[in-house]
């Protein structure tokens, strides 16, 4: 993880984080090395970065719920998508670790980040990068679920038992809390003047 300038958060990129994960269960078919299987070489960053990552590519940026790379790893391993095909499933760190990279922008590399790349990065705020008291720039938070989904949203009411959200897409959302981890209950509440 490489600290961002200007900001206490840390950016999570393919070169240092999701590179090495890739080399340990994708290598084999994946990789220019050993075999290109579905035209995705792991090892070519620039053939990721140029022809993978993109709004509507298999890692979309500050997507990972609609990214159909993180999709395939979190299938069940009898399922036909599953990935690896030959393999077993990534522990739950590394998984957490290339949702995050796509979370936060999917850079390649955060030392030397391309135009696209460093405004990837100031579109897609980290969640520490949110000031102390819980907000966040331009009203947007990190709502997490209690399966551990986050997804960043605005809050537009807290009516009882339920918060409704909206996404930067204009997609709204009635969330009830006990679905929700602790820290975004609080969130809620707090944004709610509950607390």
Not at 49 to 77: H, T, V, W
Not at 178 to 187: A, F, I, N
């Amino acid at each position: 993880m490489i600290a961002t300038a200007g900001a206490e958060a840390e950016v999570v990129d393919y070169v240092s984080d999701v590179l090495p994960i890739m080399k340990t269960h994708c290598w084999d078919c994946h990789s220019n090395e050993k075999s290109v299987k579905g035209s995705l070489a792991l090892d070519d960053v620039d053939e990721v970065r140029d022809y993978q990552i993109g709004k509507f590519n298999i890692i979309r940026p500050g997507n990972p719920a609609e990214s159909g790379f993180l999709e395939r790893l979190k299938l069940e391993s009898n399922h036909t998508d599953f990935m690896p095909r030959k393999g077993d499933p990534l522990p739950k760190d590394e998984l957490a670790t290339i949702e995050k990279w796509i979370e936060h922008g999917a850079v390649i590399d955060a030392t030397k980040p391309t135009e696209e790349e460093a405004k990837r990065l100031e579109e897609v705020k980290p969640a520490a990068a949110m000031n102390p008291a819980g907000g966040a720039k331009d009203g947007f938070h990190q709502w997490k679920n209690k399966a551990g989904k986050v997804i960043e949203a605005k809050m537009l009411s807290l009516d009882g038992e339920s918060v409704k959200l909206i996404l930067k897409t204009g997609v709204s959302y009635d969330v009830r809390l006990d679905d929700l981890s602790p820290e975004s209950v609080t969130l809620a509440r707090s944004l709610g003047g509950k607390e």
